[in-house]
């Protein structure tokens, strides 16, 4: 594989993207925007960009929309890392794709921490008035949204270890 002259850059839209994500996830649920058109979309997505793992000889135009939507299912090897972090083991890959749904939480916690605290402090309002219900909500069903996200490189990443033709870099 070829390494791009700016990797970071990839990172960086990634990254972006993601956040974008987040924020278009969050917006829906804010205004109780039923999820299951943009889930069944992702899956949609995510499962032709399975096609891409399997052995067929797809012409190149296809392959490259194969590729690009692999986006969907966040994977990481868009991004080549291996470029940017010449040095990176397959153990360190790994455990980063593992710890994502961790990562996740830990946000997701903090920003129901730091939210309810601002309004408890600063506004007054009890658990009960602020966001111990409503947005305690949210922030799990944005938690398991982005579980639903996951799941494919999850697993994926969890079986690779079992597949020999993956070369670990020690």
Known sequence: MVCPD???????????LMICGIGFVY???????????TTLGMDYF???ALFTQSRVPWPPVLEDILHILSAFNLNIEITAPECTVPDLSYISKWLFIMMLPVAGLVCLTLVY???????????????????????????ISMF????????LILSRTSFD??????????
């Open 46 to 48: 995510q499962v032709l």
């Open 161 to 170: 270890v079992l597949n020999c033709q993956v070369s670990l870099r020690y």
């Open 27 to 37: 917006f829906l649920a804010k205004y109780n925007i039923n999820l299951v058109l």
């Open 6 to 16: 700016n990797p970071w850059i990839l990172i960086a839209v990634f990254l972006i």
């Open 113 to 139: 921490l730091s939210v309810s605290g601002y309004e408890w402090c600063f506004k007054g309002k009890t658990r009960t008035e602020s966001w111990y219900g409503q947005h305690l909500n949210r922030c």
């Open 144 to 151: 398991l949204v982005g579980g639903y996200i996951l799941y």
